[in-house]
C-alpha cells in the first residue's frame, strides 16, 4: 500500500480495520527517508523510533521537542537540548503521531531558500539543483518525498506557503493565534505562527483540529473555538464570492506564472464563484514594513543569545569579549544583517521615521484587508513570482527579500491564508493562495479542497510505492 497517497483518515481507518499495523506506516515512510534523506537534507536531526499510529511528522527544528535538540539551523544553538516541548508537538504525541525528525531551516527562520542554515542547504526533490524555498524547506521537501505524512513549519512573512509552492504541496497558515506558540522559538512574535505543510486538503484541515485551538501558556492565544475537521467537508460550497489583485499587483509574477493564475481564477468561477478584480496599491508598500517590523522584533528576541545562559558560548578575557566573540561567530550574515537593521530602525532618531511608520502602514493593512472581505468571502492571489529558483542563484538580500512580495501581507494583517498546488512550469510546480478574513478557515479548506480535486496536478514524488 501507497500510504503517501492516502489521507490521514483513510491511514488511521485501515489501522482500526486491523488492515495494517503502526509498524507498517512506519516502515513505509522510513524506506522514503532512507530513499531521499541523503539526497536532499532535509533534516538536522532523525528519529528511529515508532511511537502510537506509526504515522509520521517533521517538526521544523525551531519549534521545541523534549530532549531533543532544537537548533534553529544555527551553529549558536548546536548543543541546545529543549527542556520542555512546544503546544503543537505535545497535541500530536497525545493524537498517536510519531516524530521521524526535526528539519532543516534558514538560520532563526531568516530566508526564503534554506541556504542560510548552518547545517547545509536542502534541496528541492523535483530538481536537486534548486531550492526548496524557505525557511520551511526542510518541512516542505520532507512532505513532497514522502518521508513524512505531515510536516509543521513556521510562517513568519510566507515562510510555509512559499516553499510549499515550490516543492507542490499543501501550506497553511492560520489566523494569528490559532495555533500556540509557546515552544516556537521567536523570531518576530507578533508574525510567527506555526503552520502545516501536507500533501492533501484534508490533511491539512485534521492536523489543524488536532494542534488549535487556546493554549493558557501562550497569552497571544485565540479562545475562538477550533472546528472538527470531520465537519468541515460534510458541506459543499454554493455560490461564493471571491476578489483578485489588480495586473499591476500581478506584474510582479513571472509571464508564465499569471497565465497559469487566470486559469485558477476560471475554475474558481467555473466552480460558483463570483469574482472581481480589486486594487491593492498597499501590497506595494508590505514588503518595506514587514522587513522593519520583523527585524525590529528579531533584534530584541536574539539578543538573548550572549553566551551566558544557553547556546554557544565563546572563550574570552572578560564578559564584553565573550558577547562579542560568541554574537560573532555564533550568527550567520543573513541573521547579523538583520539583527543591525533592526537595531536601526529601534533606535532613537529613527523609531518614528522607520518602525513607527512600519506599525501605522500596519494598521492601514488590517483596515484595507477588512474592506476587501466585506464585498468578497476571499483573496485569491499567486503565492510566489516564479517556481523555484537555482541554489545559489540570488547572491543580493534585497533580490531574496522580494521573494515573499506575495506572503507577508497576510502576516502582518494576522490572515489565514493556504496555498494548494496548481501544476507545473518547465517542470516544476507552482502553487497559489486562497486568503479570508480573520478565523474563516473553515471557509478556507472547503473551497481549498473544492478546487484540489478539479486541479490535475500530482505529486509524481509520491506515487511510487517503495
Given at each position: 500500500?501507497?500510504?503517501?497517497?492516502?489521507?490521514?483518515?483513510?491511514?488511521l481507518q485501515?489501522?482500526?480495520?486491523?488492515?495494517?499495523?503502526?509498524?507498517?506506516?512506519?516502515?513505509?515512510?522510513?524506506?522514503?527517508?532512507?530513499?531521499?534523506?541523503?539526497?536532499?537534507?532535509?533534516?538536522?536531526?532523525?528519529i528511529n523510533?515508532?511511537?502510537?499510529?506509526?504515522?509520521?511528522?517533521?517538526?521544523k527544528?525551531?519549534?521545541?521537542v523534549?530532549?531533543?535538540?532544537?537548533?534553529?539551523?544555527?551553529?549558536?544553538?548546536?548543543?541546545?537540548?529543549?527542556?520542555?516541548?512546544?503546544t503543537?508537538?505535545?497535541?500530536?504525541?497525545s493524537a498517536?503521531?510519531?516524530?521521524?525528525?526535526?528539519?532543516?531551516?534558514?538560520?532563526?527562520?531568516?530566508?526564503?531558500s534554506?541556504?542560510?542554515?548552518?547545517?547545509?542547504?536542502?534541496k528541492n526533490p523535483?530538481?536537486?539543483?534548486?531550492?526548496?524555498?524557505?525557511?520551511?524547506?526542510?518541512?516542505a521537501a520532507?512532505?513532497a518525498?514522502?518521508?513524512?505524512?505531515?510536516?509543521?513549519g513556521?510562517?513568519?512573512?510566507?515562510?510555509?506557503r512559499?516553499?510549499?509552492?515550490?516543492?507542490?504541496?499543501?501550506?497553511?497558515?492560520?489566523?494569528?493565534?490559532r495555533?500556540?506558540?509557546?515552544?516556537?522559538?521567536?523570531?518576530?512574535?507578533?508574525?510567527d505562527?506555526?503552520?502545516?505543510i501536507?500533501?492533501?486538503?484534508?490533511?491539512?484541515?485534521?492536523?489543524?483540529?488536532?494542534?488549535?485551538?487556546?493554549?493558557?501558556?501562550?497569552?497571544?492565544?485565540?479562545?475562538?473555538?477550533?472546528?472538527?475537521y470531520?465537519e468541515?467537508?460534510?458541506?459543499?460550497p454554493?455560490?461564493?464570492?471571491?476578489?483578485?489583485?489588480?495586473?499591476?499587483?500581478?506584474?510582479?509574477?513571472e509571464?508564465?506564472?499569471?497565465?497559469?493564475?487566470?486559469?485558477?481564477?476560471?475554475?474558481?468561477?467555473k466552480?460558483?464563484?463570483?469574482?472581481?478584480?480589486?486594487?491593492?496599491?498597499?501590497?506595494?508598500?508590505?514588503?518595506?514594513?514587514?522587513?522593519i517590523?520583523?527585524?525590529?522584533?528579531?533584534?530584541s528576541?536574539?539578543?538573548?543569545?550572549d553566551?551566558?545562559?544557553y547556546?554557544l558560548r565563546?572563550?574570552?578575557?572578560d564578559?564584553?569579549?565573550?558577547?562579542?566573540?560568541?554574537?560573532?561567530?555564533?550568527?550567520?550574515?543573513?541573521?547579523?544583517?538583520?539583527?543591525l537593521?533592526?537595531?536601526f530602525?529601534?533606535?532613537?532618531g529613527y523609531?518614528?521615521?522607520?518602525?513607527?511608520?512600519?506599525?501605522?502602514?500596519?494598521?492601514?493593512?488590517?483596515?484595507?484587508?477588512?474592506?476587501i472581505?466585506?464585498?468578497?468571502e476571499?483573496?485569491?492571489?499567486?503565492?510566489?513570482?516564479?517556481?523555484?529558483?537555482?541554489?545559489?542563484?540570488?547572491h543580493?538580500?534585497?533580490?531574496?527579500?522580494?521573494?515573499?512580495?506575495?506572503?507577508?501581507?497576510?502576516?502582518?494583517?494576522?490572515?489565514p491564508?493556504?496555498?494548494?498546488?496548481?501544476?507545473?512550469?518547465?517542470?516544476?510546480?507552482?502553487?497559489?493562495?486562497?486568503?479570508?478574513?480573520?478565523?474563516?478557515?473553515i471557509?478556507?479548506?472547503?473551497?481549498?479542497?473544492?478546487m484540489?480535486?478539479?486541479?490535475?496536478?500530482?505529486?509524481?514524488?509520491?506515487?511510487?510505492?517503495?
Amino acid at each position: 500500500m501507497n500510504f503517501s497517497l492516502m489521507t490521514i483518515e483513510e491511514v488511521l481507518q485501515l489501522q482500526e480495520e486491523k488492515k495494517v499495523t503502526p509498524q507498517q506506516v512506519w516502515d513505509f515512510f522510513l524506506r522514503k527517508r532512507e530513499e531521499w534523506e541523503p539526497r536532499i537534507n532535509s533534516f538536522i536531526t532523525v528519529i528511529n523510533r515508532m511511537e502510537g499510529n506509526g504515522i509520521p511528522a517533521g517538526i521544523k527544528d525551531n519549534i521545541t521537542v523534549k530532549g531533543l535538540r532544537t537548533t534553529c539551523g544555527s551553529r549558536m544553538l548546536d548543543n541546545y537540548i529543549a527542556p520542555y516541548s512546544a503546544t503543537a508537538w505535545e497535541r500530536l504525541s497525545s493524537a498517536g503521531f510519531s516524530l521521524s525528525g526535526k528539519t532543516n531551516l534558514d538560520e532563526f527562520a531568516m530566508g526564503s531558500s534554506t541556504e542560510n542554515s548552518y547545517y547545509g542547504p536542502t534541496k528541492n526533490p523535483w530538481d536537486l539543483e534548486r531550492s526548496p524555498g524557505g525557511s520551511s524547506g526542510g518541512s516542505a521537501a520532507a512532505v513532497a518525498a514522502g518521508m513524512v505524512k505531515f510536516a509543521l513549519g513556521s510562517d513568519t512573512g510566507g515562510s510555509v506557503r512559499q516553499p510549499s509552492s515550490f516543492c507542490g504541496v499543501v501550506g497553511f497558515k492560520p489566523t494569528y493565534g490559532r495555533i500556540s506558540r509557546f515552544g516556537l522559538v521567536a523570531f518576530a512574535s507578533s508574525l510567527d505562527q506555526i503552520g502545516i505543510i501536507t500533501n492533501n486538503v484534508k490533511d491539512s484541515a485534521f492536523v489543524f483540529s488536532t494542534i488549535a485551538g487556546h493554549d493558557p501558556r501562550d497569552s497571544t492565544s485565540s479562545r475562538v473555538p477550533v472546528p472538527d475537521y470531520r465537519e468541515i467537508f460534510t458541506e459543499v460550497p454554493g455560490k461564493f464570492t471571491f476578489a483578485f489583485p489588480d495586473d499591476e499587483v500581478l506584474e510582479r509574477a513571472e509571464p508564465e506564472v499569471r497565465k497559469e493564475f487566470s486559469l485558477f481564477i476560471n475554475l474558481a468561477k467555473k466552480l460558483g464563484g463570483r469574482g472581481k478584480q480589486v486594487k491593492m496599491p498597499l501590497l506595494n508598500y508590505a514588503m518595506e514594513a514587514y522587513y522593519i517590523v520583523a527585524n525590529a522584533e528579531a533584534s530584541s528576541n536574539l539578543a538573548r543569545y550572549d553566551g551566558v545562559r544557553y547556546g554557544l558560548r565563546e572563550k574570552a578575557k572578560d564578559l564584553l569579549e565573550m558577547y562579542i566573540k560568541t554574537r560573532t561567530s555564533g550568527f550567520g550574515p543573513e541573521v547579523k544583517r538583520r539583527i543591525l537593521t533592526g537595531g536601526f530602525v529601534l533606535s532613537r532618531g529613527y523609531y518614528e521615521g522607520y518602525y513607527g511608520k512600519a506599525v501605522s502602514f500596519r494598521r492601514a493593512l488590517a483596515s484595507f484587508m477588512e474592506e476587501i472581505f466585506s464585498s468578497a468571502e476571499f483573496l485569491l492571489i499567486p503565492t510566489t513570482p516564479h517556481t523555484a529558483f537555482k541554489l545559489g542563484e540570488k547572491h543580493d538580500p534585497i533580490e531574496m527579500y522580494l521573494e515573499d512580495f506575495f506572503t507577508v501581507f497576510v502576516n502582518l494583517a494576522g490572515l489565514p491564508a493556504i496555498s494548494i498546488p496548481w501544476g507545473l512550469i518547465n517542470g516544476l510546480p507552482i502553487g497559489f493562495q486562497i486568503v479570508s478574513r480573520w478565523y474563516n478557515e473553515i471557509g478556507m479548506f472547503r473551497l481549498a479542497y473544492l478546487m484540489e480535486k478539479e486541479i490535475s496536478f500530482k505529486n509524481k514524488l509520491i506515487q511510487k510505492e517503495v
